[in-house]
């Protein structure tokens, strides 16, 4: 690790990938970690990020997305995690996200249920 000031640190992971290929990935941390600790924590981040997107292209077919002009991608991007949170929220069925999504498509009653949370009717 780069100490900076403030007892903030500056970590360069490098990852190489065959003979001709490397990825190098900063994080900033306020954390004084040694290599072992740190490689877990870089780690369970990805982890947690991979999960994450698994979610939205199985539920909302994300990766087929093909919206590029300006803003659009990220604003759907925004969008569908809401969604994901909103759908998550509901409890009152047992079923996948993406079962739930055309739930709503389908069912005004239930798409009401998961726009306001539970409790509300």
Same mark, same amino acid.
């Given at each position: 690790?780069?100490?900076? #000031?403030?007892?903030?640190?500056?970590?360069? @992971?490098?990852?190489?990938?065959?003979?001709? +290929? /490397?990825?190098?990935?900063?994080?900033?941390?306020? &954390?004084? $970690? *040694?290599?072992?600790?740190?490689?877990?924590?870089? &780690? +369970?981040?990805?982890?947690? %990020?991979?999960?994450?997107?698994?979610? $939205?292209?199985?539920?909302?077919? %994300?990766?087929?997305?093909? $919206?590029?002009?300006?803003? /659009?991608?990220?604003? @759907?991007?925004?969008?569908? #995690?809401?969604?994901? *949170?909103?759908?998550?929220?509901? %409890? /009152?069925?047992?079923? +996948?996200?993406?079962?739930?999504?055309?739930?709503?498509?389908?069912?005004?009653?239930? $798409?009401?249920?998961?726009?306001?949370?539970?409790?509300?009717?």
């Amino acid at each position: 690790p780069l100490k900076e #000031q403030g007892g903030d640190y500056l970590i360069a @992971l490098k990852k190489i990938r065959g003979k001709k +290929s /490397t990825e190098m990935k900063y994080y900033l941390t306020s &954390r004084d $970690l *040694n290599a072992e600790k740190l490689l877990k924590l870089a &780690r +369970s981040h990805w982890s947690v %990020e991979n999960q994450l997107h698994y979610i $939205l292209d199985v539920s909302f077919n %994300e990766d087929a997305s093909r $919206l590029r002009d300006g803003f /659009t991608g990220e604003n @759907l991007a925004v969008i569908r #995690q809401l969604c994901l *949170n909103l759908i998550k929220k509901e %409890e /009152t069925k047992k079923k +996948s996200v993406k079962t739930k999504r055309l739930k709503c498509g389908w069912d005004e009653n239930f $798409l009401t249920k998961v726009l306001l949370g539970p409790g509300e009717k």
